[in-house]
């Protein structure tokens, strides 16, 4: 699975019911990847419910983790946040070395995408929850963009403006910063034009409130790839 090809992916919350009509037009939508996880009311049992639903389809299907115990086997990655704008280490490294110590001699070390994770709305839930407080302008962004690229080579760089479109301009200054890691964006994409900016500012977008929303909107967020040029393969 090359996490350096997805352009598109659906964040699901396990906490939120969806239909089995919707979930199949999702998984079916051509997105590169549902991604599974939230910041508050997530279980194993809801997961592992989501996780078996999307299963009858060939989408790839990751967890985010943001609770040890709602960690279940059988996703094929786990993306594992370390939320560096904020003061409280337990969302930086705490939970991390928590898991560690009871699991660290069985984990799947290969199946574990680690991310670097900027949260720049300071109202959405996973703010308030790890005390986050938003970068004041783009270089504030940028830095952390080298932190999680050259410093930590970390693969993906998460800039999370849940619930709200962010700044496109913030996004791609960061973005050119990086040479190795990859940019997540997500917040806010309700239309196909917001996923179309977005999509040239970061590397990969993630959608998620606009699934539960309105179902058709999500959908026009999935951009139609072009068809490959077959003549210039002949010139
Ligand atoms: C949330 O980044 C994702 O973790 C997507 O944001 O729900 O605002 O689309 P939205």
């Not at 619930?163 to 050119?176: D, R, Y």
């Not at 806010?188 to 917001?194: D, L």
Request: net charge negative; hydrophobic share 45%; charged share 20%.
């Amino acid at each position: 699975m090359v996490i350096k090809e997805w352009k598109h992916v659906f964040k699901l919350d396990p906490e939120r019911a969806i239909s089995d009509e919707a979930l199949e037009r999702l998984c079916l939508s051509g997105t590169d990847a549902i991604m599974v996880g939230g910041s508050t009311g997530i279980t194993y049992d809801n997961t592992v419910d989501i996780l078996s639903r999307v299963r009858r389809y060939e989408v790839p299907c990751v967890q985010e983790i943001s609770a040890i115990e709602a960690v279940v086997p059988g996703f094929d990655l786990y993306f594992i946040p370390a939320v560096l704008n904020t003061d409280d280490a337990r969302w930086m490294t705490g939970m991390h070395h928590t898991a560690l110590r009871r699991y660290g001699s069985f984990m799947e070390w290969d199946k574990l995408i680690p991310e670097g994770y900027v949260i720049l709305n300071d109202e959405c839930t996973a703010a308030q929850l790890t005390g986050s407080s938003a970068p004041a302008d783009a270089k504030d962004l940028t830095a952390y963009a080298l932190m999680v690229d050259r410093l930590y080579r970390m693969p993906v760089f998460y800039v999370e403006y849940s619930g709200v479109f962010g700044n496109m301009e913030w996004v791609a200054q960061a973005k050119s910063a990086l040479q190795h890691t990859r940019l997540f964006y997500g917040g806010g994409i309700r239309t196909a034009e917001q996923a179309k900016a977005a999509a040239a500012a970061a590397d990969t977008i993630v959608v998620g409130n606009i699934i539960y929303e309105n179902l058709e909107q999500a959908l026009t967020t999935i951009q139609t790839k072009p068809f490959p040029n077959v003549a210039a393969q002949f010139v």
